[in-house]
């Protein structure tokens, strides 16, 4: 089946003009169809507009373009619902959005149409990117494809599970404290947070600006490679965008490991840690070790204090961000007698109870009295953890960790607990803060129930390659990421 191709197989086929782009979206649709139901990935898709582009990237096919020139030609992609596309519904799990349509594309948008691909459906995610287990949308909840009384993680849970469950070829995501490689860990795909500045944000819907990173969602590293080449890149109408040239990522993954010097973090490998995660994160070193590399135990010595430097900063910004939502200019409005009763009625009855706790929880810590004892306080233990990393890579060419303390867990089990429900982005959080990239890739099962595990690497800023080369050497060593869902309920 075509939606089970990654992009490098889907491409060589239309190349080869052994199928169409017609026929591949026509088989996300099949397959859409088939198990949406039971995973909810999808907040929306438009199949009308989607067999049209497929219409319109089969004539440049057959007019001569190859894919050297666009190289995500008549490739599906799905886009989680925070991206803007011009003409396409833009809500960010949130009611508070009501029938917006976004008047443009964001800039990694724009990437991908130059680049020829499909742009299909809006997916599925926590309410403005809070949360860790996409319970949070005011579009339901998405099941994970691995057992669909489980999680798929979040705030990108429907990027994941789309990918997953081969309802599409690839995704784009966003990770502000690990909403890619979480999700990515707990559907057993491959999910990729760039460095901070190497993807603009144009277009994105903040959550957290200075943490808010988009990257991709694939099935294999080199599709990793072949995506995160498309979207990176400068642009001036992002302050934020660095002026860092691109290199060819796919170029990468050749040539094997030997010689790399890998860090364990003492402080990962923590008492919370599930024995069956710790066994698959061993074995995956024991084989990193097998390829060549040196493993050695380093310390992240700020590591503890992550988690709550982060519920400082982000809650902080995303009170911001989010007052632009009042009632007046773009979102569903709730009438009142003047304008507090108006924005008080807009805002209650459109954000969910979790956007209310981050916007009341970062509005108290910039508040008059708590702000140096709270936000500045934070930024200044961001620093010390990013140099905890900087000191770290003058050692060491890049890090491993697990990506998730567990598997995922049963829908609702944590929902009355936020913060047993925050520390399931412990390992992720940190390389936020850090402004550096990581990447999560399949490295073994749990038992019973058969659920996926995530290897973490992380890499120095601007150092995807690095990661990249790693992290296919092992993906190629292994069967991990070749095991498909079985989709039940």
Same mark, same amino acid.
């Given at each position: 089946?075509?939606?089970?191709?990654?992009?490098?197989?889907?491409?060589?086929?239309?190349?080869?003009?052994?199928?169409?782009?017609?026929?591949?979206?026509?088989?996300?649709?099949?397959?859409?169809?088939? %198990?949406?139901?039971?995973?909810?990935?999808?907040?929306?898709?438009?199949?009308?507009?989607?067999? $049209?582009?497929?219409?319109?990237?089969?004539?440049?096919?057959?007019?001569?373009?190859?894919?050297?020139?666009?190289?995500?030609?008549? %490739?599906?992609?799905?886009?989680?619902?925070?991206?803007?596309?011009?003409?396409?519904?833009?809500?960010?799990?949130?009611? #508070?959005?009501?029938?917006?349509?976004?008047?443009?594309?964001?800039?990694?948008?724009? @990437?991908?149409?130059?680049?020829? /691909?499909?742009?299909?459906?809006?997916?599925?995610?926590?309410?403005?990117?809070?949360?860790?287990?996409?319970?949070?949308?005011?579009?339901?909840?998405?099941?994970?494809?691995?057992?669909?009384?489980?999680?798929?993680?979040?705030?990108?849970?429907?990027?994941?599970?789309?990918? $997953?469950?081969?309802? %599409?070829?690839?995704?784009?995501?966003?990770?502000?404290?690990?909403?890619?490689?979480? &999700?990515?860990?707990?559907?057993?795909? *491959?999910? !990729?947070? +760039?460095?901070?500045?190497? #993807?603009?944000?144009?277009?994105? *819907?903040?959550?957290?600006?200075?943490?808010?990173?988009?990257?991709?969602?694939? @099935?294999?590293?080199?599709?990793?490679?072949?995506?995160?080449?498309?979207?990176?890149?400068?642009?001036?109408?992002?302050?934020?965008?660095? &002026?860092?040239?691109?290199?060819?990522?796919?170029?990468?993954?050749?040539?094997?490991?030997?010689?790399?010097?890998?860090?364990?973090?003492?402080?990962? !490998?923590?008492?919370?840690?599930?024995?069956?995660?710790?066994? /698959?994160?061993?074995?995956? %070193?024991?084989?990193?070790?097998?390829?060549?590399?040196?493993?050695?135990?380093?310390?992240?010595?700020?590591?503890?204090?992550?988690? /709550?430097?982060?519920? #400082?900063?982000?809650?902080?910004?995303?009170?911001?961000?989010?007052?632009?939502?009042?009632?007046?200019?773009?979102?569903?409005?709730?009438?009142?007698?003047?304008?507090?009763?108006?924005?008080?009625?807009?805002?209650?009855?459109?954000?969910?109870?979790?956007?209310?706790?981050?916007?009341? =929880?970062?509005?108290?810590?910039?508040?008059?009295?708590?702000?140096?004892?709270?936000?500045?306080?934070?930024?200044?233990?961001?620093? =010390?953890?990013?140099?905890?990393?900087?000191?770290?890579?003058?050692? *060491?060419?890049?890090?491993?960790?697990?990506?998730?303390?567990?598997?995922?867990?049963? #829908?609702?089990?944590?929902?009355?607990?936020?913060?047993? !429900?925050?520390?399931?982005?412990?390992?992720?959080?940190?390389?936020?803060?850090?402004?550096?990239?990581?990447?999560?890739? +399949?490295?073994?099962?749990?038992?019973?129930?058969?659920?996926?595990?995530?290897?973490?690497?992380?890499?120095?800023?601007?150092?995807?390659?690095?990661?990249?080369?790693?992290?296919?050497?092992?993906?190629?060593?292994?069967?991990?990421?070749?095991?498909?869902?079985?989709?039940?309920?």
């Amino acid at each position: 089946m075509l939606n089970q191709l990654t992009i490098s197989e889907l491409t060589s086929k239309l190349a080869a003009r052994e199928a169409s782009a017609r026929d591949a979206v026509q088989a996300c649709l099949d397959r859409v169809a088939r %198990v949406d139901g039971d995973i909810h990935a999808f907040i929306s898709h438009d199949a009308p507009d989607a067999l $049209a582009q497929a219409d319109a990237a089969d004539k440049l096919i057959a007019s001569g373009v190859t894919h050297a020139q666009k190289p995500l030609l008549g %490739v599906p992609i799905g886009i989680k619902d925070v991206l803007a596309v011009k003409n396409h519904p833009l809500n960010c799990g949130s009611r #508070i959005l009501g029938k917006f349509v976004s008047p443009y594309d964001a800039t990694a948008i724009e @990437k991908l149409k130059d680049a020829g /691909a499909i742009i299909f459906g809006r997916l599925n995610m926590d309410e403005f990117a809070m949360g860790s287990s996409t319970e949070n949308s005011a579009f339901g909840v998405t099941r994970n494809p691995w057992d669909t009384t489980r999680i798929p993680g979040g705030s990108s849970g429907g990027s994941a599970a789309a990918v $997953a469950a081969d309802e %599409v070829i690839a995704t784009l995501g966003t990770d502000t404290g690990g909403s890619i490689r979480q &999700p990515a860990a707990l559907c057993g795909c *491959v999910g !990729m947070k +760039p460095t901070y500045g190497r #993807i603009s944000r144009y277009g994105l *819907v903040a959550f957290a600006s200075s943490l808010d990173q988009i990257g991709p969602f694939t @099935k294999d590293v080199r599709d990793t490679a072949t995506l995160l080449n498309v979207v990176s890149g400068h642009d001036e109408r992002d302050s934020t965008s660095v &002026p860092q040239p691109v290199p060819d990522y796919a170029k990468s993954l050749r040539g094997d490991i030997k010689g790399l010097r890998l860090g364990l973090p003492k402080e990962y !490998m923590i008492g919370g840690l599930d024995s069956e995660v710790k066994a /698959a994160i061993d074995a995956a %070193v024991k084989q990193l070790q097998s390829l060549g590399a040196s493993v050695e135990e380093i310390s992240l010595p700020h590591t503890d204090y992550a988690a /709550a430097t982060y519920y #400082i900063i982000a809650p902080a910004e995303a009170s911001a961000n989010l007052a632009r939502f009042d009632g007046i200019r773009y979102c569903a409005r709730v009438d009142g007698a003047d304008p507090i009763e108006l924005y008080s009625k807009t805002r209650g009855a459109g954000f969910g109870p979790e956007v209310k706790r981050r916007i009341i =929880l970062g509005t108290y810590v910039l508040s008059s009295g708590y702000y140096d004892a709270y936000y500045l306080r934070a930024q200044k233990v961001r620093t =010390l953890i990013r140099q905890d990393f900087l000191n770290a890579f003058e050692k *060491v060419d890049a890090i491993v960790t697990p990506t998730t303390p567990t598997a995922a867990f049963k #829908i609702g089990e944590k929902s009355d607990d936020p913060l047993q !429900m925050y520390l399931s982005d412990v390992f992720t959080i940190s390389c936020n803060l850090a402004g550096i990239c990581g990447i999560s890739v +399949p490295c073994g099962f749990t038992t019973s129930p058969k659920l996926p595990i995530g290897l973490q690497l992380l890499g120095k800023p601007f150092g995807e390659e690095m990661i990249l080369k790693i992290a296919h050497a092992y993906e190629q060593s292994t069967d991990w990421h070749k095991a498909k869902p079985t989709i039940t309920k």
